[in-house]
């Protein structure tokens, strides 16, 4: 940690990490997740990538500001306030798509293979067909 201010902001985490507020009340409002895509799914393209950033998200092997960044894009997503609100048909979950691909951009490389195999398997999906030639 490298200020003070930084310091007593942190409160305990999962697994006994130390992580800024900021990312355990982001931890917080993306509990809703699992039951919003529930409802949802059908309609998003994105579902099986928002999810698999969730489970790195939860990962303790995820370094924290992977935390941060991934977290934040799931408490927008299931956060009321929107800024396209999501019942606008084909144009309500584009925003929350944007706030998900610039969240994968900067860390996405955290989200492994076994999270999106979690992801697909709690929105019971099929495993991808893998090429075997």
């Given amino acids: 940690m490298s200020d003070a201010a930084e310091i007593i902001e942190t409160v305990k985490g999962q697994g006994d990490i130390y992580l800024p507020k900021s990312i355990c009340r982001n931890e917080r409002r993306a509990q809703g997740l699992l039951p919003k895509i529930g409802k949802f799914a059908s309609q998003l393209p994105f579902a099986d990538d928002l999810v698999a950033a969730w489970f790195c998200a939860r990962d303790p092997l995820t370094p924290t500001k992977a935390k941060a960044v991934l977290f934040a894009a799931a408490a927008y997503f299931v956060m009321p306030v929107d800024l396209i609100p999501d019942a606008i ?17 900067v860390v996405g490389a955290h989200v492994t293979e076994r999270h999106r195999a979690m992801a697909r398997k709690a929105l019971k999906l099929p495993e991808p067909v893998r090429d075997t030639k």
Avoid: C, E, K, Y
């Fill in 89 to 105: 048909v084909g144009l309500g979950f584009t925003d929350d798509a944007t706030v998900l691909a610039t969240a994968l951009s």
